[in-house]
């Protein structure tokens, strides 16, 4: 039993990690959108700069994380394990 608890922990870590990656996308959007526009915005473009490469290293990751199968590669792992513990 204690396993299978183990195993399914491991399991929400995969959805923990995606959910985080997806708060820091909206977060991020969030403060580029806040910024201002207007002919004062200059004195935010350094800030702006570093958000965007903040969001662009993030969306990045996300897609090598896809790529390699990360999230799929945890529900296996999970799979695997509570068979291994059934048998």
Do not use: N
């Amino acid at each position: 039993e204690r396993a299978k608890q183990r195993a399914s922990d491991m399991g929400s870590l995969g959805e923990e990690v995606l959910a985080s990656q997806r708060q820091l996308r909206e977060r991020i959007l969030q403060e580029l959108a806040s910024l201002p526009t207007d002919a004062t915005s200059k004195v935010f473009d350094p800030l702006r700069g570093e958000l965007q490469k903040q969001l662009a290293e993030l969306e990045k990751v996300t897609a090598q994380h896809a790529e390699m199968g990360f999230h799929e590669g945890w529900g296996a792992a999970l799979d695997q394990l509570v068979a291994l513990f059934d048998s």
